[in-house]
């Protein structure tokens, strides 16, 4: 059974309440997407995705041993990939 929330149709209530929960669940695979989880150096790549896109690069950086709220060259390289992958429609 497949899921979609629209978190711009929801009470906000309901929508801070998925953010804080989703706050005790970065660094671990139970991450939704919803809440922020990287540096300040990755604000206006990461911020305009996808909670897809998110949850996406927040595995890749796991499965690969980085810190998801590190800064290096090779988060740089995921979240370009991510950036291609999960473009915002304007």
Known sequence: ???AINL???PWQ???ALIKHDLTQVGTMGYLGVAYFWDFEYKHDLRPMSVAGHRWVHTKLLAEGLDVGGVSQRHEVIIKQATNRFKMAS
Do not use: E, F, Q, V
């Open 1 to 3: 059974m497949t899921y």
């Open 8 to 10: 711009n149709a929801i």
């Open 14 to 16: 309901a929508t801070d």
